[in-house]
Nanobody, 116 residues
Framework: QVQLVESGGGLVQAGGSLRLSCAAS????????MGWFRQAPGKEREFVTS????????YYADSVKGRYTISRDNAKTTVSLKMNSLRPEDSAVYYC?????????WGRGTQVTVSS
């Protein structure tokens, strides 16, 4: 079974940057698509970005396009999310996800807070 652990969240001023990491354990990591979602208080969890198993295809929500970059290292079984030009509305709990021949797996999340 795949397990995901996020790290790298924190408090940053508007305009700043953060890098989130997701460490995956379990077999066949390189065959899974990976993604990031976020959930702000009182709001539904929303898609942020995803990356194909090979890293050859990436997808972004319009709200983060041009500011966020997702990448993966299959040898290290990690996925990273570089977030630039952060805005207060980016504040949320960010969740790593894995998609394969099983129901979507979630990490426990990491808090990102952007102050104005």
């Amino acid at each position: 079974q795949v397990q995901l652990v996020e790290s790298g969240g924190g408090l940053v001023q508007a305009g700043g940057s953060l890098r989130l990491s997701c460490a995956a354990s379990g077999r066949s990591f390189s065959s899974y698509a990976m993604g990031w979602f976020r959930q702000a208080p009182g709001k539904e969890r929303e898609f942020v970005t995803s990356i194909s198993w090979s890293g050859g295809a990436t997808y972004y929500a319009d709200s983060v396009k041009g500011r966020y970059t997702i990448s993966r290292d299959n040898a290290k079984t990690t996925v990273s999310l570089k977030m630039n030009s952060l805005r207060p509305e980016d504040s949320a709990v960010y969740y790593c996800s894995a998609d394969g021949p099983f129901p979507r797996i979630w990490g426990r999340g990491t808090q990102v807070t952007v102050s104005s």
